[in-house]
Every structure is written in C-alpha cells, then in structure tokens.
C-alpha cells in the first residue's frame, strides 16, 4: 500500500534519461516506409523513444518535415497522436499534421516542422536558465489556451490508474486546477526561437483533460535529468504557481506506473 495523499511520500527516483528517450544510434535501420515517404530526399534520425520509436528529420529547409515511426506491439499508435494534434492545432501552435497511416503492425505520421529548436539542443543545454524559463511560460500559455469543455480526450488520474490495473492503491490528492494536459511536458517536446521563447510544443499522443499538476510534475523533473539539478523553482516562477510537493510526489509516482 502506498502512502496516503494526506502524507507526502518519499521522494520519488529520477529516471536514467538515457533509457527514457534520446537520440539514436548512428546505425539506425531507416524503416521502409520512412524511405518510401522521403523520396530520395535526405533522411536523418533524430530521436528514439523507450519502446523502440523512431523520428526522423526528411528533407531540410523550408521544406524538411518529420516522420515519426512507431513499431508497434505495446508502441504507441500514432494515429492516436494525430487526432489529438489536429484537435489541439485550433488553439495552439503544434505541427501540422500531413499524413498519418499503418503498415505492418506499426504506425507513422509526418508532420511539418516548427520554427526553432527543441530545448535540448545544444544551445539551449549551455543555457538553462533561459531555456527552462521558456519552458515554465511555454507550458502555462498551453494550459491556458486548450479549452477544457471542448476536450475529447482524458488523462485524469481515474483514466491512468484503470489501465494500470491496480497495480497499487493510492489516494489522489484533490485536482488544483483542470487543464488540457500535454502529456508528455519533458523539455525535449518544447521548441523554443533563438530568445528562448515558447514557439510550440510536440509529441502530443497523451494529450488530455487532467489536473495541470500532471504535467507539472514531470516538466520540472525534466529539468533535473536534461539541465542538472536546481531548476525546477525556474520553471514553475515562470509558470507562475507556487511549488506543491505532494501533487508533485504523486504525479512522478503516477508516471513511473503509468505514463
């Protein structure tokens, strides 16, 4: 049984980044439908995600999209991905989707590319104070600006906890405020411009109606794992909420269970 929500537990573990998401190996096996969608244009790996997806970078200039590839099997389906983008694409900058289909027993989506780069670049991990402060603002105007009544999609505690199939008990601690929750808020799925500005957000495939602490709690931990440890009061300064280690705690356990 774990602790009650009335408690603060103890501290959740960090990940090991390294076994979350990163880029790939450069001996990556391009999938054949990444190949068939680039035509003969250039085509670099760019990210791999904890279940063996893969994004690409096809073409470059005004013209470069990003094809995501997923395998399939407990791999997300990106179909899932898409409706939410096209759904969260009426009220804030996220990329356009231009294709999404499957083709044996796995997924992939292309989309366009935004302006600017992902908070972890090079250039913003040898400036995290800028950086994590685009991200705090980056995640506050996206809460902000996703309606929670028109929402179709859910990733309340209720939701998580189900498809975790009571692994545990755990009392939730009361909802702060309810948002559209991006699901997945790490600093890599943040774009910022050359100022350090919020351009927009990616990887939109858990997109939901939750408690903003959600994401929140894994937003600042990303700082940690990406920037090193002292950022997380950045972010939320530049959110604009106080910090709430309890919501915090049971977020970062909610996500080791059920991400």
């Known amino acids: 049984m774990m602790p009650s929500a009335g408690r603060r537990s103890a501290p959740v573990s960090m990940p090991d980044c390294e076994h979350i998401a990163g880029p790939p190996p450069t001996d990556v096996v391009v999938p054949e439908v990444v190949l068939t969608i680039a035509a003969g244009r250039p085509v670099r790996a760019v990210w791999e995600n904890e279940l063996g997806g893969l994004t690409f970078e096809v073409g470059a200039g005004d013209g470069r999209v990003f094809v995501k590839w997923s395998p399939g099997g407990d791999a997300p389906d990106l179909t899932v991905e898409a409706e939410r983008l096209d759904w969260a694409a009426r009220h804030t900058a996220v990329p356009p989707v231009l294709d999404v289909g499957r083709e044996h ?31 705090g603002r980056g995640l506050r105007a996206l809460h902000d600006a996703l309606p929670v009544d028109d929402c179709p999609f859910s990733w309340s505690v209720d939701e998580r906890i189900v498809r975790a199939a009571a692994v545990v008990e755990r009392d939730a601690p009361p909802d702060d405020r309810l948002v559209v929750c991006h699901g ?31 994401d929140l709690a894994v937003a600042t931990w990303s700082t940690e794992w990406n920037y090193g440890p002292g950022w997380e009061g950045l972010l939320l300064d530049a959110y ?20």
């Not at 350090?196 to 939750?210: E, N, P, S």
């Open 105 to 135: 027993g796995g997924s992939w989506m292309v989309t366009s590319a935004l302006s600017g780069a992902s908070a972890v670049a090079p250039e913003w991990i040898a400036r995290p104070e800028i950086a994590v402060t685009g991200l």
């Open 184 to 214: 997945d808020a790490c600093a890599p799925n943040t774009v910022l411009d050359a100022d350090g500005t919020c351009v927009g957000h990616v990887d939109l495939g858990r997109l939901g109606v939750a408690d903003r602490w959600a």
């Open 240 to 259: 604009g909420v106080e910090p709430d280690p309890e919501r915090t705690d049971f977020y970062r356990w909610l996500w080791d269970l059920a991400s």
